[in-house]
């Protein structure tokens, strides 16, 4: 079975900051994962995602998350945030044994102080 | 291109009345999922549709819930009779045959008193 770990439920930093969301994922066989960004009051959105390739995969907007297959982790990091980046993160683990269940992790609620 | 629709956007209800939600996917998304969002959770998949057949609803709460997807394109879940531990966003969300990126709508925020 698969399972997905957002060890923070929230964090604070200062605007202008950088910033790091921690995830780990647990799974038997090869994994494809993503961020999904949730703003308040609406749906979520696709941040972005590791399917192959380079294990690290970047967002139009500056966020960056690396795929660690040794240490099972996916953490998304931002150099510097913006007050705009205020949101909830939830992290995504879906595997090949089962091809479109996605497993949500519990979210990470960033908050930026200006 | 239109997004994944859903409504009523929010609803107030009583416990033990239903409520009946609905959804329509981004045209041409051949799966359609729901997901029940607990404040401060990550979202659970309730049940997953290719076209209009069933593909998981293992965490679907078969004595209260329902869902169907006619003719391969809007869904509709409905609650009844609705417990208090159902307040919840519940979130529709589409993709294309295969695909693992997933399309979400805004939710439907339900609140039983």
């Known amino acids: 079975a698969q399972s997905v770990t957002q060890l923070d439920s929230q964090v604070p930093v200062f605007e202008e900051a950088p910033v790091e969301l921690r995830c780990n994922y647990s799974s038997s066989v090869s994994v494809y994962l993503f961020w999904y960004v949730q703003y308040p009051n609406q749906g979520l959105q696709l941040l972005l995602k590791y399917l192959s390739g380079s294990t690290l995969v970047e967002s139009i907007n500056g966020f960056e998350a690396e795929f660690n297959k040794s240490q099972t982790s996916f953490h998304l990091r931002k150099p510097s945030v913006h007050i705009s980046d205020t949101a909830e993160y939830f992290c995504?683990?879906?595997?090949?044994?089962?091809?479109?269940?996605?497993?949500f992790g519990s979210g990470t609620r960033l908050s930026i102080r200006p | 291109e239109a997004g994944v629709a859903q409504s009523p956007r929010y609803k107030i209800i009583e416990k033990r009345q239903s409520v009946a939600f609905w959804c329509n996917p981004i045209s041409g998304h051949a799966t359609l999922y729901w997901y029940q969002q607990i404040l401060g959770q990550g979202p659970k998949l309730l049940i997953q549709?290719?076209?209009?057949?069933?593909?998981?609803d293992s965490q679907l709460p078969k004595d209260r819930f329902s869902a169907e997807r006619l003719k391969g394109v809007d869904s509709t879940l409905k609650i009844q009779p609705a417990k208090l531990e159902d307040s919840a966003v519940y979130l529709c969300?589409?993709?294309?045959?295969?695909?693992?990126?997933?399309?979400f709508g805004e939710g439907s925020r339900l609140t039983v008193l």
């Open positions: 995504a683990v879906n595997s090949d044994s089962s091809a479109s269940k996605i497993i």
């Open positions: 969300a589409s993709s294309f045959w295969g695909g693992r990126e997933l399309f």
């Open positions: 549709f290719q076209n209009n057949g069933v593909v998981d």
